[in-house]
């Protein structure tokens, strides 16, 4: 179930996993600078694609990720640390402009 951000329409945005998915009661690991990495995201109308996005936290089975969909529009979501993986440390987020 994805959250509404204001941003990105609601069939467009990436599924989330719930709280109980990844980790209710684990207190998420939170760096102090958002790691890059690149990250598979399912949307809720059902397309796949992969991006760069952050990692600003995670937990023993998951990872919730910052990224900016093909419109430009920022939002996060959490995904299966499986689909997850680290990009080079001097990548960084695209600045959405505006």
Do not use: C
């Not at 996060?76 to 001097?90: D, I, K, L």
């Amino acid at each position: 179930m994805s959250r509404p951000t204001g941003n990105t329409p609601f069939p467009e945005r990436a599924r989330t996993l719930a709280p109980k998915q990844y980790g209710l009661h684990e207190d998420p690991v939170r760096p102090s600078e958002p790691i890059p990495v690149r990250v598979w995201l399912v949307t809720v109308r059902g397309d796949e694609f992969e991006t760069d996005a952050v990692a600003l936290a995670w937990t023993r089975r998951a990872v919730n990720v910052e990224y900016i969909d093909k419109h430009g529009r920022r939002d996060s979501a959490w995904v299966w640390a499986g689909a997850v993986t680290r990009r080079p440390p001097a990548s960084t987020l695209p600045t959405v402009s505006g």
